[in-house]
């Protein structure tokens, strides 16, 4: 029984993989759509998470697809989320690496919490 959860978890996360790269999205744009942590997101694909159905709903919703697609091997038609801002701001080359330097200290700060 473990083994066939333990199945069930990574097709479902093989298959959120799938329609998410065929979607041509992140983990992280995935998980911004869905409200969940992209860092789920990747756990979820890695068949590492037990996932609720709050979540597949959200993630098929995300996704543009039924629920029952996240559990099927068939082709589905899948429509591309392109998200835009109206005024991106402009950044200097020297803005951009504070930028990163500071989501990596960021980063690290908080994925030891």
Request: glycine share 4%; no cysteine.
């Amino acid at each position: 029984m473990k083994n066939s959860v333990k199945d069930a978890r990574k097709k479902l996360g093989e298959r959120v993989r799938e329609l998410r790269k065929s979607a041509e999205l992140t983990q992280e744009a995935l998980g911004e759509l869905a409200e969940l942590n992209y860092k789920f997101i990747g756990e979820l694909e890695r068949g590492r998470v037990n996932v609720s159905l709050d979540a597949i709903v959200r993630i098929a919703a995300a996704l543009r697809v039924k629920i029952g697609d996240l559990f099927s091997k068939e082709k589905v038609p899948l429509q591309k989320v392109i998200v835009k801002e109206k005024n991106p701001p402009q950044f200097s080359p020297q803005d951009l690496h504070l930028i990163k330097k500071a989501l990596q200290l960021l980063n690290r700060t908080f994925s030891k919490v």
